[in-house]
């Protein structure tokens, strides 16, 4: 019973998943010096050290799209299925932990705020409050959906 319940619920993450980890591919490694833009004060942009963040981005981004495409798998492998079978619990737990390190690093600067209090970049003003609180929502879903599969 408790399977079947868990079939919508782990299609939503799938899917939230594969999506948000797809958008910061195109984000981060396809938009890299668009992205540099917002981690990066204007000031600083023409410094060697942006060179260095925009191919990080695209590293970044290439790590996301990874992610991506192990979420749209697994989700491809639940609607092929029809509710025969259900991802592992380890894709949530990977990327329940990878939306978790994105949302915990952010935390202190949000904490302190943003660059005006000595952070690198503003948490909670634009794109960035954007990513925050996405992160924040993927982390505790997939969490949820960890938790429930031990709870069969």
Known sequence: MLGAMLRPMT?????????WFGLAFWFFALRARAASRILIPASARSEGAAAALIASLRFLGGMNLGLSVL????????LVAAGTSLPGW????????????QF????????VGGRR??????????????????DAVCMLANAAVVISTFAL
């Open 11 to 19: 299609m939503v993450v799938l899917f939230a998943n594969s999506a």
């Open 71 to 78: 979420s749209a798998s697994f989700l491809l492998t639940v």
């Open 90 to 101: 380890q894709v949530f737990l990977a990327s329940g932990l990878a939306h978790a390190t």
């Open 104 to 111: 915990v690093c952010n935390v202190p600067f949000a904490l």
């Open 117 to 134: 209090g000595g952070a690198p970049w503003d948490v909670l003003q634009g794109p960035m409050a954007f990513i925050f609180v996405v």
